[in-house]
């Protein structure tokens, strides 16, 4: 009875085993059949769609910004240079680089021995000039009262003649005695000769002293002139910069010692191209003065001023290209001679052009506009300026459209995108300002105040600025990316 049982539970179990066996072989066929009845037919794809900002076109003026480099320069500068040769004995305490000085303020003296002893003797000389020509006045005097005694003497001698040719007609003279009054006359004649030629001679001599007196007077000037030029002076109100002369030192004349530059009278010096050039000008061809915004960026805070554009270069330097223009800066607060700026241009107004993205723009002058059913139609545009990440552009039948603001390689022309407005996101904004810990907030102020090439007024504007309790946060990360933070 054991052995039927094992043997009837064999046999249910090979009959289970091939009954599962043949549902698996039917079901494999059934999918292998399904299979092969699709192989014929094409497959079906589903369109993909892109997202991508867009916003309306709005066409209006726009009055473009010309953005530029240039160098502070100021307006006048000068050489200082040694006015004689010579050993230096005493130097102002202003005479160092960045030294304040106002115009006629001593600054440098050279010994003045020999120029001293020089224009003594010039002043000497003057004396006996001016003792010469006294003499000469006196003997002139002298010879004038002469020739008028020798004039009276021979006119008693024609009194004298007449009187005795009076008394020879009479008979009572004789020929003897009128040949004698005749003889004294000519002698007196003869001596009136002579004491004119003495008077001549006296009037040479004073002219002679009048002219040697007139040259030591221009010597003793000269000799005065090279003693000042001893001492040398600051001609207007300005700084020193590239001092190179030290107390004791032997200088030769016209050696350069310093340079003098007006601080409070500066101008940017900038290039620009010649498409540029051509848009400042106006309908006469002339450059207009047009206001132009000098920024220098120190760490974050931009320290902007006002100037004018006054002129341009009258020639192109050789190696060069475009135009350098210069304008005048009315309040250079912060500026140095030699800084690199940012000088920003405003130019004429530009009408009937739209501000976008530059890119939105492609490199085929062509812009994304959104179409029926959210497609997209590519559509070319005018570029009439770059502003910076913006771009100006013109277009024709393009007003109240919607366009692309970002290009990207997988849209284009053809292509359904699911539209995203500006106007839609509720993007957080970044503060403008964040509060600093102690530990920061110190290594910040040690930064400033270590760092020698931040102009005195902008380290204490930052200093103010990073012990309030909320500093501007673009501040801070300038300063901390120039610290390597």
């Known amino acids: ?70 160098e502070i320069r100021s307006r006048r500068t000068l050489e200082l240079r040694a006015p004689a040769e010579g050993t230096v004995i005493e130097l102002a305490d202003v005479f160092e680089d960045g030294g304040a000085v106002s115009a006629g303020q001593p600054l440098l003296r050279i010994d003045p021995a020999e ?11 003057l004396r006996d000039a001016e003792n010469e020509l006294t003499e000469a006045t ?24 007449e009187r005795a040719e009076d008394l020879a007609e009479r008979g009572v003279g004789s020929t003897a005695a ?38 030591r007077r221009i010597a003793l000037a000269e000799a005065e002139r090279r003693l000042a030029q001893t001492e040398l002076r600051a001609e207007f109100d300005g700084v020193l910069t590239e001092v190179d002369v030290a107390a004791g030192r032997l200088v030769n004349r016209n050696e350069r010692l310093a340079s003098l530059i007006d601080a409070d009278d500066l101008e940017v010096a900038f290039r620009i191209s010649t498409a540029q050039y051509v848009r400042l000008l106006d309908d006469d061809g002339a450059l207009p003065q047009r206001p132009v915004n000098v920024i220098l960026d120190v760490f974050g805070l931009d320290v902007q001023s006002q100037a004018t554009l006054t002129r341009e270069s009258g020639a192109v330097e050789d190696g060069q290209s475009g135009r350098l223009l210069f304008a005048r800066i009315a309040t250079p607060r912060g500026l140095r001679v030699g800084d690199f700026v940012r000088v920003e241009v405003e130019e004429p107004l530009l009408p009937f052009v739209a501000r976008l993205p530059a890119a939105a723009l492609g490199s085929d002058g062509q812009i994304l506009l959104l179409g029926d059913d959210n497609v997209l139609e590519a559509a ?24 692309v603001l970002a ?8 292509i359904r995108i699911n539209p995203i407005r500006p106007e839609a996101a509720d993007a957080p904004e970044e503060p403008d300002t964040i509060a600093l810990e102690p530990d920061r907030r110190a290594r910040l102020i040690a930064f400033v105040e270590g760092n020698n090439f931040i102009p005195a007024d902008v380290r204490e504007r930052l200093l103010r600025q990073l012990n309030e309790d909320e500093v501007p946060a673009r501040m801070v990360a300038r300063l901390e990316a120039r610290m390597g933070s």
């Open 1 to 70: 009875m054991r052995f039927l049982g094992r043997a009837l539970i064999g046999l249910f179990l090979t009959a289970l085993t091939v009954g599962l066996l043949a549902m698996a072989g039917y079901t494999t066929y059934g999918a292998l059949q399904a299979r092969w009845a699709d192989e014929g037919r094409p497959p079906t794809g589903r369109e993909r769609v892109f997202a991508a900002e867009v916003a309306p076109l709005i066409f209006g003026e726009e009055r473009p910004v010309l953005t530029a480099f240039g």
């Open 115 to 125: 120029a001293q002893s020089a224009r003594d003797t010039a002043a000497a000389d």
């Open 138 to 161: 006196r003997a002139l005097e002298l010879a004038g009262e002469e020739v008028a005694a020798a004039r009276m003497q021979a006119e008693l001698r024609s009194r004298a003649l």
């Open 178 to 215: 009128v040949e004698t009054a005749e003889l004294a006359e000519a002698t007196a004649n003869q001596q009136i000769l002579a004491q004119r030629r003495a008077l001549a001679l006296a009037e040479a001599r004073v002219d002679n002293a009048g002219t040697a007196l007139d040259r």
């Open 380 to 403: 070319d545009v005018e570029l009439a300026r770059r502003q910076g990440d913006d771009v100006l552009i013109r277009g024709e039948g393009l007003r109240d459209r919607e366009v």
């Open 407 to 414: 290009r990207t390689p997988v849209l284009g022309e053809g």
